[in-house]
Nanobody
């Protein structure tokens, strides 16, 4: 069974930076997108960033555009999320996801993804 393993969550001050990593436990045969999602208590899980494993195309939510960068190590199917500068509203549980999506139009839609990690928590203090 495929598991996605995230790491890198921590507590930082506003203005600081973090780098999240996500690596599958085994090879995923049918895969064209990997992404990062964020969830806070009482709210739905929202797409933050996504990347195509075919052409490295990237997609960001408006809330993180210009501050976060998603990247991919294709040889290992490992995806990274560089976050800076961080804001208190970036606090939450960050989940890695992977799947075969029908188009880039749904790159930040959580229902399109098949595989998920357990999450890594990010706290940004003001």
């Amino acid at each position: 069974q495929v598991r996605l393993v995230e790491s890198g969550g921590d507590t930082v001050q506003a203005g600081g930076s973090l780098r999240l990593s996500c690596e599958p436990s085994t090879y995923i045969a049918r895969l064209n997108y990997m992404g990062w999602f964020r969830q806070v208590p009482g709210k739905e899980r929202e797409g933050v960033a996504s990347i195509s494993t075919i052409d490295d195309g990237t997609y960001y939510s408006d809330s993180v555009k210009g501050r976060f960068t998603i990247s991919l190590d294709n040889a290992r199917n490992t995806v990274y999320l560089q976050m800076n500068p961080l804001k208190p509203e970036d606090t939450g549980m960050y989940y890695c996801a992977a799947g075969w999506l029908r188009s880039a139009d749904v790159a930040l839609d959580r229902v399109e993804y098949t595989y998920w990690g357990q999450g890594t928590h990010v706290t940004v203090s003001s």
